[in-house]
Every structure is written in structure tokens, then in C-alpha cells.
């Protein structure tokens, strides 16, 4: 079998979302991060805006000014990708859980879609889905 790297991303994110969907939060959460990894190399190839770097640069006033200014990045960067990262490594011996909910599996699902989209992978229906299930859901953002 053979495919594009956006095909292959798209198809990842649209089993992540199904999972979602379904109540399968760790697994939606590896495939949507594989799919938001690939699709972020794919937009800056593109040209296009890469989700991560919107969210960095959102939050970046909001680290630790001590911080030095290279660094910053780098430390959100570790906070978006802590529990993703979690869940498909065991790097840390001392690290012997993952704990997680909906909320991470959202977060990646919603950094994915929007660059799929941008690069017009075949994502028609999901994103209908997936605002129905956010308005079912409004704890999801607490």
C-alpha cells in the first residue's frame, strides 16, 4: 500500500476523531498527535500556518519571564505535547502513568483539523462532528 503524507494524516485524523467519538480518548490522543506532527511539517512545506506555532505564540508572554527568551518556546512546546509525549514514551523510569482525559485528545484533534483543512485533505463531515459534540460537551472547556 501506498499514500501521500497527507493522506496518511488525514486518514490518521479521521481515526482519531471516530475513537474520540467513541470514548477512546488514549488512542484518539497517538493518532491525532501522529496526524498534528505530520500536518505541521506539511504546512510549513506549504507555507501555511502551523496550529502549535499560533498556540506558542499566543501563550509565549505568559511564561516565566526568568525564562530566557529561547528557552520559551521550548517550555510550551513540553506543556502542549506533555501528555501526548506521555503516552508514547517511557524514556523517564519514574514515569509510570499517563494520565489523561477528553480534554487532551480534543486539544491535538483541534490542532490537526485546522491544518488538514488548510492543506485540503478530505476531512468533510468531521468537523461537523466534531462542533456537535463540543456543544454536547461544554465541560470539555472548563
Known amino acids: ?6 493522506d496518511a ?31 505541521g511539517k506539511l504546512s510549513i512545506r ?8 499560533f498556540i506558542t505564540e499566543y501563550h509565549y508572554e505568559d511564561v516565566d519571564e526568568t525564562i ?18 506521555q503516552a508514547k514514551h517511557a524514556n523517564d523510569e519514574a514515569e509510570t502513568h499517563v494520565e489523561f482525559d477528553a480534554t487532551e485528545a480534543l486539544q491535538m484533534i483541534m490542532r490537526a483539523l485546522p491544518m488538514a483543512q488548510n492543506l485540503k485533505g478530505s476531512m468533510a ?3 461537523e462532528q466534531l462542533d456537535v459534540w463540543i456543544e454536547a460537551h461544554p465541560e470539555a472547556f472548563v
Request: no cysteine.
Open 1 to 6: 500500500m501506498e499514500m501521500t503524507k497527507l
Open 9 to 39: 494524516a488525514v486518514h490518521q485524523l479521521v481515526v482519531a476523531m471516530r475513537l474520540f467519538f467513541e470514548g477512546d480518548y488514549l488512542s484518539s490522543l497517538t493518532l491525532a498527535g501522529a496526524a498534528e506532527e505530520i500536518l
Open 46 to 53: 506549504a507555507g501555511l500556518p502551523v496550529a502549535v506555532d
Open 68 to 85: 530566557p527568551e529561547g528557552q520559551r518556546k521550548k517550555v510550551l512546546l513540553g506543556i502542549l505535547n506533555r501528555v501526548r509525549n
Open 125 to 127: 463531515g468531521y468537523k
